[in-house]
């Protein structure tokens, strides 16, 4: 059994890569120049240095290969491309990482982006499974929840941004991992879709609590009017000032982002850990490299 990996020095992949290794698979995985490789150094990886942009330089390192796990976004439109080398490369089965976030009442590009991608994916002659996972947390290197630790564990004062009650369901990165495994192990996968997220949903509020009371910190919240900061935020943006937070980010923070996993949990026994459980883990990971 060969797959073909593609996103595998990101965040995700990293976690996965090692899952397929133990469960027998061949490895083939997808580099830039740019990856960082050192956080895969497992010797019997097959690496292919290329870009999903070279449609045929795409066909030519999947060669060989029978499966496709591709966990590299979908949100930059390589979509096709993919799904044309994995068909012209005689590839079958294939998993693809989407997100809760094509869900949106926003109508942002990425969404389109996305939307389509997805479409293309349900055209296509592949085996196809889709997952979509929800906020994706796990380790220092999410770009969520290790920033929002930080700020705690640096400042005793946040500031929310609207009154906080929205609801989260961050999804731990290894049941990411895992469901990718399990979806390639059950055949009645194939042709699906499905929301993955984590066991409970949570409001902002309580995402800050949990992380606050595992750190034993005692954190104020600032609750600001979040309309308000969405237009400041909009026109620092149109005078091209650099943002650590963008006007979209905030109005998606006042979004609800709870979706139920109950067909993953029927069609491949999706189990995902409770937030707690997971961002201790996160937290005690970071303590351990900073201490």
């Given at each position: 059994?060969?797959?073909?990996?593609?996103g595998?020095?990101?965040?995700?992949?990293?976690?996965?890569?090692p899952?397929?290794?133990?469960?027998?698979?061949?490895?083939?995985?997808?580099?830039?120049?740019?990856?960082?490789?050192?956080?895969?150094?497992?010797?019997?990886?097959?690496w292919?240095?290329?870009?999903?942009?070279?449609?045929?330089?795409?066909?030519?390192?999947?060669?060989g290969?029978?499966?496709?796990?591709?966990?590299?976004?979908?949100?930059?439109?390589?979509?096709?491309n993919?799904?044309?080398?994995?068909?012209?490369?005689?590839?079958?089965?294939?998993?693809?990482?989407?997100?809760?976030?094509?869900?949106?009442?926003?109508?942002?590009?990425?969404?389109?982006?996305?939307?389509?991608?997805?479409?293309?994916?349900?055209?296509?002659?592949?085996?196809?499974?889709?997952?979509?996972?929800?906020?994706?947390?796990?380790?220092?290197?999410?770009?969520?929840?290790?920033?929002?630790?930080?700020?705690?564990?640096?400042?005793?004062?946040?500031?929310?941004?609207?009154?906080?009650?929205y609801?989260?369901?961050?999804?731990?990165?290894?049941?990411?991992?895992?469901?990718?495994?399990?979806?390639?192990?059950?055949?009645?996968?194939?042709?699906?879709?499905?929301?993955?997220?984590?066991?409970?949903?949570?409001?902002?509020?309580?995402?800050?609590?949990?992380?606050?009371?595992?750190?034993?910190?005692?954190?104020?919240?600032?609750?600001?009017?979040?309309?308000?900061?969405?237009?400041?935020?909009?026109?620092?943006?149109?005078?091209?000032?650099?943002?650590?937070?963008?006007?979209?980010?905030?109005?998606?923070?006042?979004?609800n982002?709870?979706?139920?996993?109950?067909?993953?949990?029927?069609?491949?026994?999706?189990?995902?850990?409770?937030?707690?459980?997971?961002?201790?883990?996160?937290?005690?990971s970071?303590?351990?490299?900073?201490?």
């Amino acid at each position: 059994m060969k797959v073909f990996v593609t996103g595998a020095t990101g965040f995700t992949g990293s976690r996965t890569v090692p899952l397929l290794l133990e469960r027998g698979w061949e490895v083939h995985c997808l580099y830039r120049e740019s990856s960082d490789r050192s956080v895969l150094p497992q010797p019997e990886i097959h690496w292919h240095l290329g870009n999903l942009e070279n449609q045929e330089k795409l066909t030519e390192a999947m060669q060989g290969c029978d499966t496709l796990v591709n966990i590299a976004s979908l949100g930059f439109g390589h979509a096709e491309n993919i799904v044309k080398s994995a068909q012209a490369a005689g590839i079958q089965r294939a998993i693809f990482i989407s997100t809760t976030a094509i869900f949106t009442k926003l109508n942002s590009q990425s969404k389109r982006t996305r939307l389509a991608a997805e479409a293309a994916i349900q055209s296509s002659d592949l085996a196809y499974t889709i997952l979509r996972p929800t906020m994706i947390y796990g380790s220092q290197r999410d770009r969520n929840m290790y920033r929002l630790i930080r700020l705690l564990r640096r400042f005793q004062m946040i500031p929310i941004f609207g009154k906080g009650n929205y609801l989260q369901q961050p999804v731990f990165v290894d049941d990411v991992a895992s469901a990718i495994l399990q979806c390639l192990e059950q055949p009645k996968t194939i042709g699906k879709s499905y929301n993955i997220a984590g066991k409970q949903a949570l409001t902002y509020n309580e995402v800050i609590d949990s992380i606050a009371t595992i750190m034993n910190r005692k954190i104020y919240k600032l609750y600001l009017p979040d309309k308000i900061v969405v237009k400041f935020l909009r026109l620092l943006e149109k005078m091209r000032i650099p943002l650590p937070i963008k006007a979209e980010q905030v109005k998606r923070l006042n979004e609800n982002k709870d979706f139920s996993y109950d067909e993953a949990q029927i069609d491949f026994n999706f189990q995902p850990c409770s937030f707690e459980e997971g961002i201790r883990t996160e937290i005690n990971s970071i303590l351990n490299i900073t201490a």
